[in-house]
């Protein structure tokens, strides 16, 4: 059964750069499509992007310009990276499994928690 | 492009039956069947429900289903226990940017 384990400072200075990871056990980063969403405070999931080996990637039109999701296979994890962060940025981020079958986000990690402040 | 617009809060009585409203527009839940459900616990990540409008994945209970007419999807949930106090997402691709979109979240309360 797949995993996801995410890691990652839980403080950004604004202006500066969010890089995140996620960790995957019990599967190939080959085989699926890999998925950053976050959730700020009291509020509802945003998709941010996903990365597939065979497809590339594809962001969320409002994140685009800021946003890289990518792959290491060697490591078999994933990571996200965020520019140029503002205090909206500040949420819960999950990385999660997109299932190309489902249509779904079938496994999720815990989530981290990211406070952009100075 | 906008979320999908949920209730912000539905309630119930042990045993009844609720459902969720989920609404979006042709070119995302009225034009594809990639419709998802999640529900989140305070504090813990999303869990799968309900996939391709109607579908459950393994270890889902039956009492959880999902159904669709037009551009509003709907998340129903039977004999409703303590336990589906929670969160539920809605989600679904859109083509106006092969983006996914997700709903705002509705709280469900049990009474």
């Known amino acids: 059964q797949v995993q996801l384990q995410e890691s990652g400072p839980g403080l950004v200075k604004p202006s500066e750069t969010l890089t995140l990871t996620c960790s995957l056990s019990?599967?190939?980063?080959?085989?699926?499509?890999w998925s950053w969403i976050r959730q700020s405070p009291g509020k509802g999931l945003e998709w941010i992007g996903f990365?597939?080996?065979?497809?590339?990637?594809n962001y969320n039109p409002s994140l685009k310009s800021r946003v890289t999701i990518s792959a290491d296979r060697s490591k078999n994890q994933f990571s996200l990276r965020l520019t140029s962060v503002t205090a909206a940025d500040t949420a819960v981020y999950f990385c999660?499994?997109?299932?190309?079958?489902?249509?779904?986000?079938?496994?999720w990690g815990q989530g981290t928690m990211v406070t952009v402040s100075s | 492009q906008s979320a999908l617009t949920q209730p912000a809060s539905v309630s119930g009585s042990p045993g009844q039956s609720i459902t969720i409203s989920c609404t979006g527009t042709?070119?995302?839940?009225?034009?594809?069947?990639?419709v998802s459900w999640y529900q989140q616990h305070p504090d813990k990540a999303p869990r799968l429900l309900i996939y391709?409008?109607?579908s459950r994945p393994s270890g889902v209970s039956s009492r959880f289903s999902g159904s669709k007419s037009g551009n509003t999807a709907s998340l129903t949930i039977s004999g409703l226990q303590p336990d589906d106090e929670a969160v539920y997402h809605c989600?679904?691709?859109?083509?106006?940017?092969?983006?996914?979109?997700f709903g705002g979240g509705t709280t469900l309360t049990v009474l």
């Open positions: 999660a499994k997109y299932n190309g079958v489902f249509n779904a986000f079938d496994i």
């Open positions: 019990g599967g190939s980063i080959g085989l699926y499509y």
């Open positions: 990365t597939f080996e065979k497809a590339g990637t």
């Open positions: 042709s070119r995302d839940i009225g034009g594809y069947n990639y």
């Open positions: 391709d409008v109607s």
């Open positions: 989600c679904a691709y859109t083509s106006a940017t092969t983006a996914r979109l």
